[in-house]
């Protein structure tokens, strides 16, 4: 009896602690730009990875296959910037929608 209460209780706990979370995707090809700033919503974490799919399945990708990333908001701050590279990630809370 007492074990299920504790069952209980844990999976109560965890259903508060849960968070809903959204995802988007999408695709950029090379010297293009995306906004994103609507997708962003207030006081929320946004989370990226990013690389560069590979047109040769199972061999390595060329020496030439990079990309130079900056994630900025509408109002000019830099979350994160990458040069010459194959992929990576980056993270940041928005202060405000948009941001």
Known sequence: MKLQRSAHCFIAIIGLLSTIAHSIRFEIESGHTRCIAEDIKSNSMTVGHYSIVNPNEGQPLPESHRITLRVTSAYGNSYHSSENVQS???AFQ?????D
């Open 88 to 90: 990576g990630q980056f």
């Open 94 to 98: 928005a202060v405000e929608a948009g």
